[in-house]
């Protein structure tokens, strides 16, 4: 999950100058990774 957030920061401070389409395009794989992370995570804890 650290690693999502620093790519969400790196993401954000790269695509200052990009359109905000293909900001909007990273910004959403990198909340789709997040969640799966999440989900697989918690998929792991059950015995």
Known sequence: MALGVVGLVAASTHLVEVSLIAAAVV????????V???????????P
Do not use: E
């Not at 910004?27 to 997040?34: C, E, S, T, Y």
């Not at 799966?36 to 059950?46: C, D, F, S």
């Open 36 to 46: 799966v992370g999440w989900k697989v995570r918690g998929l792991a804890r059950i």
């Open 27 to 34: 910004f959403a794989l990198i909340i789709f990774h997040l």
